[in-house]
């Protein structure tokens, strides 16, 4: 806080607030005064410091109130939204992870996806919205949602931050600053498992220690920990503590993963050579079922042929029927998933685990899929999906999807796509049939059902 003398603009007082706001200056002459406060949070939303005009009284005891714009005001004057608007406002500066200073003409990017409704139709759509820095490194960025999370990446000639994961309540505005590191200052990893345009892992010099608690901030053991778009993991031990080393700089999503907690994420900002510090609370706990045999066996093809058709008129997923193969005239039954929205069909650049079902011939068609939420060190934006043949689970996810000639359906399954009854494709795990939905996967699935065998009619 600072009060400056109207009459003499070199008599000044000056004092910080507590906790709960309060302040106290003693001592101030009689006077008229000017008073205001600073505070970097000012400078991050755009907004001048107010000043406020204050007569003080001999012996009398001035009580004065100061307050910034609300959310609301700040998100209107700034995008020129109306009050209906529900969306949020993300205001922040980028800055150099090392020297510190302000970045000019970088750009921040945010992703999400969005379900697009129309006569007919129903599908994702990915949307993407820049936003420019200002000469002081400050930005804003409007139509922001507030129902799901939002991936946010600040990145510029020669230099980037990490993506970061952020959630916005309705009508917000979300102040957050961040990093980037030169490209010089880290060096590109290869990663032989990720799609060709998938972007390489990173290792610097920046260090990482830090606690994970319990929400009864007791240390928490054998908890995962990892840093995305990097190479660095580790595991806490007894008491809780963990390093990274070998980090590149920048802002970055640090998360942890512990049995019986939900994934816990949190922003971190590295800088070369140096070591933060940080600690993470697991407080939202998830029930955790006991061991389970499940036996199973295949179900009669007919009655799930008929749940094929009965969704293919939900207006979720994409269905690919025998019409359709036979419209295509694919020569392997990977041909038929190119051109699917979030889908992506491409070689794979190196050996990887593979599930092999017998959609294609080669060394490797890797099969991924647009990621909606967190971000994968391997894959980056992308996902593996899971994959049914007839119902049965062939490939959870974790593992990659590599299509190859042979596998489960038969050695000349790859070369007869004729064999196939129909597919469905859905990209979003919340899409998939709550049948064949996994609780463990991330990403969404693929069905494929083979042709029901003819029956022997009596007497031939």
């Avoid at 806080?1 to 000044?12: D, E």
């Avoid at 070591?275 to 955790?288: N, Q, Y």
Wanted: glycine share 10%; hydrophobic share 40%.
């Amino acid at each position: 806080m600072q009060l400056v003398s109207r009459a003499h603009p070199t008599l000044t007082y000056a004092a910080r607030s507590d906790s709960a706001g309060d302040f106290r200056i003693p001592g101030v002459e009689q006077g008229e005064y000017l008073i205001g406060f600073q505070h970097p949070a000012m400078d991050s939303l755009g907004l001048s410091p107010p000043q406020l005009p204050l007569t003080v009284l001999a012996d009398h005891p001035q009580r004065t109130a100061l307050a910034i714009p609300s959310a609301r005001t700040v998100r209107a004057a700034i995008c020129h939204s109306s009050p209906r608007d529900s969306s949020a406002l993300l205001v922040g500066s980028i800055r150099d992870a090392d020297t510190d200073a302000p970045v000019s003409g970088a750009t921040l990017v945010a992703f999400w996806n969005e379900i697009v409704i129309g006569p007919g139709v129903l599908r994702t759509q990915r949307r993407e919205t820049p936003a420019k820095t200002n000469a002081a490194g400050w930005f804003a960025l409007c139509g922001i949602p507030y129902d799901a999370p939002v991936l946010v990446r600040a990145e510029s000639p020669g230099r980037a931050s990490g993506y970061l994961e952020l959630n916005f309540p309705p009508m917000g505005v979300v102040q957050r600053d961040v990093a980037m590191a030169s490209d010089s200052a880290a060096i590109a990893v290869a990663d032989t498992a990720a799609p060709g345009d998938a972007e390489p892992l990173r290792r610097g010099t920046a260090r990482l220690s830090g606690t994970v608690l319990t929400a009864d901030r007791r240390p928490a053991a054998g908890v995962d920990i990892a840093v995305w778009g990097t190479t660095a993991s580790t595991v806490t031990g007894d008491d809780g503590r963990f390093g990274l080393a070998d980090l590149p700089a920048g802002t970055r999503m640090l998360e942890a993963r512990a049995l019986g907690f939900a994934p816990s994420r949190q922003v971190i900002t590295l800088a070369s050579h140096r070591t933060a510090t940080t600690s993470i609370v697991l407080s939202e706990r998830v029930p955790v079922l006991g061991a389970v045999t499940i036996y199973g066996r295949k179900n009669d093809l007919p009655s799930q042929l008929l749940g094929f058709l009965q969704r293919s008129h939900s207006g979720v997923g994409t269905f690919i029927t025998m019409a359709d193969i036979a419209k295509r005239r694919p020569y392997w039954i990977s041909d038929v998933l190119h051109g699917i929205p979030s889908v992506h069909v491409g070689l794979s650049r190196g050996p990887v685990p593979s599930v092999h079902v017998g959609l294609s011939r080669g060394p490797g068609t890797l099969v991924t899929m647009s990621r909606t939420v967190g971000f994968d060190p391997e894959l980056g934006m992308r996902c593996r999906p899971v994959v049914y043949l007839d119902g049965i689970e062939w490939s959870s996810g974790s593992e990659a999807f590599q299509l190859s000639d042979g596998g489960p359906l038969g050695p000349n399954f790859a070369s007869m796509p004729d064999e196939v009854f129909g597919i469905e494709v859905y990209p979003r795990a919340s899409d998939v049939p709550v049948r064949y939905r996994d609780p463990r996967a991330h990403c969404g699935a693929i069905l494929i059902w083979s042709k029901p065998p003819l029956k022997k009619q009596p007497g031939k």
